[in-house]
Structure formats: C-alpha cells, structure tokens
C-alpha cells in the first residue's frame, strides 16, 4: 500500500513538472506581447500661434551726430579758457578769450576812417548841387558839372569799402571771443591760458562731440535688402534697438538712412540709425549690437527652437499622435528668434517632442515628463 501511495505522489510530482514546463515554453509571439516595446521618456511642448516681430540684427558702432574741433579764427594772446575737460556745453557757449585790444584798434580806426570820408561826401554833395544850379542859370560849364559828379561817385564808393572794412574788423573782434558751435560734450583742452594762438591752428582749442542725439551705424547681409524696402515704405519710422556686450538693451531709436550702395568686398549694407541719448547710455566709438523691427508676423506658429531637427528632407519635428506614439513631421522654418522658431506645417496645440530625440524613430511609443 505504501508503494502504491509513492507511485501516485511520484506521479503527481512529474506531472506539476511537466505543466510548469510548458507554461514556461510560450509561444514567441505571447513572449513579445508580455515584453513589449519601452516608452521613451522626453519632454514636450505645444506650438502656439501669436504674433511675432520680426526682427533683422547686425553689428555696428556709435558714432557721434558730429564731431567738432574749435580752432580760433583770428591770431592773438589766450587770455582764458572758460571751459572744463569733460564738460557739457551749448551752442554759442563762450568757451575761451583771445586779447581784443588790437581789433578794437582796428574797429577804431575803420570807423574814423569812414567818418572822414563820410564828412568829404557831404561836402562833395554841397559842390555838385551849387553846380547844378550854376549850370541851370548858365553861369558855369557842363564840363564842371561832370567832374564833380565823379567825385560824389568816388565818395560814395569810398565810404562803402569804408563800411566793408568797419565791418570786417568788426567780424575779426567778435572772433575773438570763442564760441562753441554746437551743443556736446568737451573734450582734453589742447591750448592753455597764456599762449599764442594763430587763425585757424591746427591743433585747435578743444573738439566737441555731440552726444545727444547720437548715431549708431551697422551692416546687414545683401539679402535682407528686400525686407529692409518694403519695410521702409511703411509711413512710420522703422524701429531700432541697441544692445550692449551682455546683451542688455541700451536705447531705441528710428532708422535714419540706408546707404544708397552695397559693399563689394563684404556683401553687406551700411545702416544708420538716430537716438535721443538721453541718459548717455551710448557713446561715441561703442560696439553694439542693433537690431531692426521690419515686420509683425500675425497668428504665426511658433515653436520651440530645440524642437525643430536636421532632417534629410529638411527641417522636422516629432509630432505627438493621440495614441502615445510620434510621427516626423516635416516643416518650414521662417526664421528663428532666440529660443523660438516660426514654423509653417503645424496646426496651434499641436504637441512636439522637445527632448528626447535620440531614442526616438517612427510610431515610438512615448511617456512625458516633466
């Protein structure tokens, strides 16, 4: 009985064993169902339609309104500057005085002169009218009347150049009074107090620059020539923006000029723009970065820039479907701004991948994290 009760337990031992193993020899097909393929973990994100500015950049330089070097206009003793290295002044701002006296002698004597002359042409007159009288009654010649009308016309011609000269030393006296030209910013003093100055010196007094208005003149590539005309046919002034080295915003102003001809060496386009200044942020001989506002793209797609991939066929990004899965998605770029791109072949909610791509291909099944 013992026996008998062995061989059954046996039995059912081999038994348990056989349908375990067949269990554990499964059809492929249910192998791959219980594995599965693995969702790939990425990122996502969601065009979206605004409006973008679009905006063109270059590289250029602060460049004063104008620049001025203040040269005396008359020779003389520097009597004083009036003037400080670094110092703001305006137009008509006396800014030095050459010694006046000998224009004032010059002055002097041009006004006697004329004078003189003034009182001979009053007599000349007195003659030529008791001639005329003379004549009229027949008393005297007409030949005598001739000649003193050359003289009266001698006078009158004397007593002009009299004036001209008057006025002329007049003129040099006034120059010796230095007058600013325009309204800037002093520069390092070249004369001191004391010394001789001659018309017209080299060196000068001093240059002037005007900071305020300013100019900033940039370039931009030949091709962005069809943008930059029909924007400027706008009635309202194109936008521009200066930028500094750390990339912070420095002032805003308006296009003033395009060059009327593109650079044959570089294949770029000269640009000038004009700032207000006012609180001197730009300064003459900066490098700054500007920045052009040509238009404002209406509803565009935009997406993130990371998002958008090399492809062969071109740009593409990974479009997320309903299911879970991704399909490449090939689209036209616009342009890029920053971190952003504007997009054409996605719809506004559209869902794409923005990290991740490197384990991804067709139909992969996706998992989004944060």
Request: neutral net charge; without cysteine.
């Amino acid at each position: 009985m013992k026996k008998v009760w062995l061989l059954l337990l046996v039995g059912a031992a081999l038994a348990a064993g056989l349908f375990v193993w067949r269990r554990g020899a499964a059809s492929p097909s249910e192998a791959t169902r219980a594995g599965g393929p693995q969702a790939v973990a990425v990122t996502l994100a969601t065009a979206v339609a605004r409006d973008v500015p679009v905006w063109l950049t270059g590289i250029g330089s602060v460049q004063p309104a104008s620049t001025v070097t203040v040269r005396p206009r008359v020779s003389g003793t520097l009597d004083r500057v009036n003037f400080t290295e670094g110092q703001t002044v305006e137009e008509g701002a006396v800014l030095a005085q050459i010694d006046p006296r000998p224009y004032e002698a010059i002055v002097e004597q041009a006004r006697a002169k004329k004078l003189q002359d003034e009182a001979q042409l009053a007599s000349a007159r007195l003659e030529l009218a008791r001639v005329r009288t003379l004549v009229e009654s027949n008393v005297e010649g007409r030949r005598l009347l001739e000649q003193q009308e050359a003289t009266v016309a001698r006078l009158i011609a004397l007593v002009q150049a009299d004036e001209a000269a008057l006025q002329a030393a007049q003129l040099d006296l006034d120059f010796t009074t230095v007058r600013s030209p325009v309204s800037g910013r002093t520069g390092f003093r070249l004369v001191d107090a004391g010394n001789v100055v001659t018309a017209n010196q080299g060196a000068g007094l001093v240059v002037i620059t005007q900071m305020q208005p300013i100019t900033v003149v940039f370039t931009l590539p030949q091709s962005h020539l069809p943008a930059l005309r029909a924007a400027a046919r706008q009635p309202d002034p194109l936008t521009v923006e200066a930028f500094g080295e750390d990339n912070a915003r420095l002032a805003t102003g308006r296009l003033e000029l395009i060059d009327n001809q593109i650079d044959l060496a570089t294949g770029t386009l000269r640009l000038k723009a004009l700032f207000a200044n006012d609180d001197l942020s730009l300064w003459p001989g900066q490098f700054v970065t500007a920045r052009i506002l040509v238009e404002t793209r209406h509803n565009a797609i935009v997406v993130p820039a990371r998002s958008v991939q090399p492809g062969l066929d071109g740009p593409f990004v990974y479009r997320l479907r309903p299911d879970n899965t991704v399909e490449p998605r090939t689209v036209k770029t616009v342009f890029t701004a920053g971190d952003i791109t504007v997009v054409e072949g996605l719809a506004a909610g559209d869902r794409v991948v923005l990290d991740g791509h490197a384990k991804l291909k067709p139909g992969a099944l996706v998992v989004a994290v944060e």
